[in-house]
């Protein structure tokens, strides 16, 4: 049995492994609209004093730490160092030249009685020229973009961007978030199969190469954590895995999880769990902002069925239930609305059926804020990547997979989507790189007496 003085120093290694939260951090996003502009505006508005970071798990959430007698359950940002929201620096990338504070009233998320309040503060933020390419996202004209010969020079003006950002503003350390728009849908080439025909495709302007892709190249070239909030692919290719091993660099994706995608990891892994069946599930939403206008265009709506579609199918696993779900029928819509601005509607009708096969029905009408759901999963990433970062923990970062609808593993490895066995892998990851003992629920040392008489 090892003793507590073991156990103890075994903590105390652990912990010292892990580079403190010193400095600013610099958190860089791709795609300065309105779910990167209701972040940074609700950011700005509790460092004043004005908001909560409602929906943040590292701000408000708690971790229950050894056993349920010994009552310890402090705030995750308490238990694990991260930054602080004071020290940390915004800047991005946007097609159209609005500054933040402009973007923000475009978007209309946001009061705008709140944003006059961090106006001075928004107006400060200022887009670079952003990497665009028409044929990914149809339905955007963007003014604000940059130039270059090549791809590969496009990714070398992205880490000049990043290093003078990084100077200007005295950051010592860096994140990156894509908050840009859903692109087409692509399925990888020989040219995403290693980093060295991923450079030669940069060199030589390989069409399947998106800008996100270039994007994320700089960033893990430059060795900062690079978070993919959209469907695309991506990061999620050979050649930027193998890139992100080789610069010690943590990645993750994809598409954040917000709205009718959360509702069904929350209801989905409750039916299956009481083993009841599911014949139908009929998902619809309308939705007006930009991401609505990207999603109107066959390409970029095929690209965000994807990932909405592999949600249901993981969780409840019909060629392991045929009885149960054998003939799930798994339908998804999404159709622009521009009434309905940032204020997404979706619509569930769920079919299930119970004993001796009677059926029943469950009907979901969600009216949600779409940027609302997105900014704290945001903020929440940019300061869980920058803790793996000082972890030197690289690669994938599947234990992040509780952000995202479509999570990135590792090859060969299906996904998990039941939010309750994310959450599980996310605190646990936490306990185990704070040394501290995984939990697991089992409970059975709290009924000895029990178990010895059996």
């Known amino acids: 049995m090892v003793s507590k003085t073991q156990l103890d120093l075994n903590v105390k290694i652990m912990k010292e492994q892990i580079r403190e939260a010193e400095g600013k951090l610099g958190v860089l996003i791709p795609g300065l609209g309105a779910v990167a502009t209701t972040l940074i505006a609700g950011v700005e508005a509790i460092r004043k004093g004005l908001a909560q970071p409602i929906g943040s798990l590292t701000q408000l959430g708690n971790i229950r730490l050894g056993k349920r007698t010994e009552n310890?359950?402090?705030?995750?940002?308490?238990?694990?160092?991260?930054?602080?929201?004071?020290?940390?620096?915004?800047?991005?990338?946007?097609?159209?030249?609005?500054?933040?504070?402009?973007?923000?009233?475009?978007?209309?998320?946001?009061?705008?009685?709140?944003?006059?309040?961090?106006?001075?503060?928004?107006?400060?933020?200022?887009?670079?020229?952003?990497?665009f390419d028409k044929t990914y996202v149809k339905n955007l004209e963007g003014t604000n973009v940059k130039n270059g010969k090549t791809k590969l020079d496009l990714a070398d003006a992205v880490m000049e961007d990043i290093r003078i950002f990084q100077s200007k503003n005295n950051c010592t350390r860096m994140v990156m978030v894509w908050c840009g728009s859903t692109e087409k849908y692509i399925e990888p080439t020989a040219v995403h199969q290693s980093i060295q025909s991923f450079?030669?495709?940069?060199?030589?302007?390989?069409?399947?190469?998106?800008?996100?892709?270039?994007?994320?190249?700089?960033?893990?070239?430059?060795?900062?954590?690079?978070?993919?909030?959209?469907?695309?692919?991506?990061?999620?290719?050979?050649?930027?895995?193998?890139?992100?091993k080789e610069t010690g660099t943590p990645i993750g994706g994809k598409d954040f999880k917000?709205?009718?995608?959360?509702?069904?990891?929350?209801?989905?892994?409750?039916?299956q769990a009481r083993a009841l069946g599911v014949n139908g599930w009929f998902s619809t939403n309308?939705?007006?902002?930009?991401?609505?206008?990207?999603?109107?265009?066959?390409?970029?709506?095929?690209?965000?069925?994807?990932?909405?579609?592999?949600?249901?199918?993981?969780?409840?696993?019909?060629?392991?239930?045929?009885?149960?779900?054998?003939?799930?029928?798994?339908?998804?819509?999404?159709?622009?609305?521009?009434?309905?601005?940032?204020?997404?509607?979706?619509?569930?009708?769920?079919?299930?059926?119970?004993w001796m096969?009677?059926?029943?029905?469950?009907?979901?009408?969600?009216?949600?804020?779409?940027?609302?759901?997105?900014?704290?999963?945001?903020?929440?990433l940019a300061l869980f990547m920058d803790l793996a970062k000082r972890a030197n923990m690289s690669g994938i970062q599947e234990w992040l997979s509780f952000y995202f609808k479509s999570?990135?593993?590792?090859?060969?490895?299906?996904?998990?989507?039941?939010?309750?066995?994310?959450?599980?892998?996310?605190q646990n990851t936490l306990r185990h790189i704070m040394g501290e003992d995984l939990i697991t629920h089992l409970g059975l040392d709290y009924y000895q007496d029990m178990v010895e008489s059996l």
């Open 286 to 354: 309308i939705l007006g902002n930009r991401d609505g206008l990207v999603l109107d265009d066959p390409d970029n709506f095929k690209t965000k069925e994807v990932s909405k579609l592999s949600v249901l199918e993981q969780i409840l696993q019909p060629e392991k239930n045929p009885e149960l779900y054998g003939d799930l029928y798994h339908k998804v819509r999404i159709n622009y609305y521009p009434p309905h601005g940032d204020n997404k509607e979706s619509w569930d009708n769920i079919d299930i059926f119970g």
């Open 407 to 426: 999570p990135q593993t590792t090859e060969g490895l299906p996904p998990v989507h039941d939010i309750f066995k994310q959450l599980m892998k996310l």
């Open 72 to 131: 310890r359950y402090p705030k995750i940002k308490d238990f694990v160092p991260l930054a602080d929201l004071n020290d940390i620096v915004f800047g991005g990338w946007d097609i159209y030249k609005d500054n933040v504070y402009e973007a923000a009233m475009n978007a209309k998320v946001v009061e705008a009685s709140m944003l006059s309040s961090i106006k001075s503060e928004l107006e400060k933020i200022i887009p670079m020229k952003a990497v």
């Open 258 to 271: 917000t709205g009718q995608t959360l509702m069904k990891t929350i209801v989905a892994p409750g039916l």
């Open 199 to 244: 450079e030669e495709g940069l060199r030589k302007n390989d069409p399947t190469i998106s800008p996100s892709m270039i994007y994320a190249y700089a960033a893990i070239k430059m060795g900062i954590p690079y978070a993919n909030g959209a469907p695309n692919l991506t990061c999620d290719i050979p050649a930027l895995i193998e890139l992100s």
């Open 357 to 380: 096969g009677y059926h029943m029905q469950i009907k979901i009408n969600f009216l949600c804020r779409d940027s609302i759901l997105a900014a704290p999963i945001v903020l929440d």
